[in-house]
């Protein structure tokens, strides 16, 4: 699995895309484009699977974007940060583990317990 950040820069009308800590670039007219590039310069480094891509503004004319090539793809969300290794032994493993259910007891709030209303 591979990750790479890079930090992006707007000068004149361009946005332009350094690698922090190596030495891949690209560079786009817009963040839509310069994304795109981004995943196929990393895609160049390392094509081992499938690719998310993350893409924030810091300010106006700088941002950060993340591709990550490789790894669990899905968009789903492992309690406890990572998934089940190992193909199909893991797999059934899991399903074969006895899932614990947690009660908890959860006291609801009255309304006016601050002391203010939103209405007044």
């Known amino acids: 699995m591979g990750v790479f950040t890079f930090v992006c820069r707007n000068s004149g009308g361009e946005w332009n895309a350094k690698q922090h800590e190596g030495d891949l670039e690209a560079s786009a007219s817009s963040t839509y484009e310069l994304q795109r590039k981004l995943v196929q310069t990393a895609l160049s480094a ?39 290794g190992g193909g199909a032994g893991g797999a059934s493993e899991a399903a074969a583990a006895p899932k614990e259910e947690k009660k908890e007891e959860v006291e609801e709030e009255e309304e006016g317990d601050f002391g203010f209303s939103l209405f007044d």
Do not use: E, K, W, Y
């Open 46 to 84: 390392d094509s081992s699977g499938g690719v998310q891509t993350s893409f924030s503004l810091i300010t106006p004319t700088s941002a950060v974007c993340q591709v990550v090539v490789g790894g669990a793809v899905g968009g789903g969300f492992v309690a406890g940060g990572a998934a089940p």
